[in-house]
């Protein structure tokens, strides 16, 4: 599966050094993350299964902040390339 937007994931799950930009809105109910811009729980997620068997309970509903069934959802960064801790201070004289 290929998504155009960047990799997400709800803040909570993602380490902090790896939190980019906040993307979007995680739904606890349905695990899709939708668009910051959109106010309320409908429409089509940027994040999530493309067809869902059963509405989420949440469908409809504003997010409000604070409220316990969404969270912000951030974009994902990639991992710091590894820290070469042995590396050689300086090259040895000749
Ligand atoms: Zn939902």
Do not use: T
């Not at 606890?28 to 493309?50: A, E, K, V, W, Y």
């Amino acid at each position: 599966m290929v998504f155009r937007a960047p990799k997400a994931a709800p803040q909570s799950v993602v380490p902090a050094g790896r939190r980019g930009h906040l993307i979007g809105r995680f739904c606890h109910g349905c695990n899709q993350i939708f668009p910051l811009q959109r106010r309320m729980h409908s429409g089509d997620p940027i994040f999530g299964r493309d067809h869902v068997a059963s509405p989420c309970p949440y469908e409809g509903w504003s997010f409000e902040p604070g409220a316990p069934w969404w969270e912000p959802a951030v974009e994902v960064l990639p991992p710091p390339p590894p820290v070469e801790a042995a590396a050689p201070a300086a090259a040895p004289k000749p």
